[in-house]
């Protein structure tokens, strides 16, 4: 299962959620501002740093800020 860190208010992970719903990829969403512990997890994930979005796939993570459909075509081997 893949988990995409997000904000309501972040344009990328919109774009990343359309993209992934697009290819009828499922995914379980974790709003940072709203889930306890989530932006503790993804400052450690990205060095410290709260980047959304953030996905852990496989044990591996990674993030798109910015938005890059390219790399997350990549990241899932599409």
């Known amino acids: 299962m893949i988990k995409m860190y997000t ?3 972040c344009g990328d992970c ?7 719903q697009g290819q009828s ?13 989530a932006a503790e997890r993804v400052m450690s994930l990205n060095d410290g740093k ?3 979005p953030t996905f852990e ?3 591996r993570a990674f993030n798109l800020s910015p938005y890059d459909e390219k790399k997350l075509r990549a990241e899932l081997g599409l």
Do not use: H, M, P, S
């Not at 919109?14 to 992934?20: D, E, G, I, T, V």
């Not at 990829?25 to 512990?37: D, H, L, M, T, V």
């Open 7 to 9: 904000t309501t208010w």
């Open 14 to 20: 919109r774009n990343a959620k359309r993209f992934l």
């Open 25 to 37: 990829i499922a995914y379980e969403e974790i709003n940072i501002e709203e889930q306890e512990g």
């Open 50 to 52: 709260r980047k959304v």
């Open 57 to 59: 796939v496989d044990g």
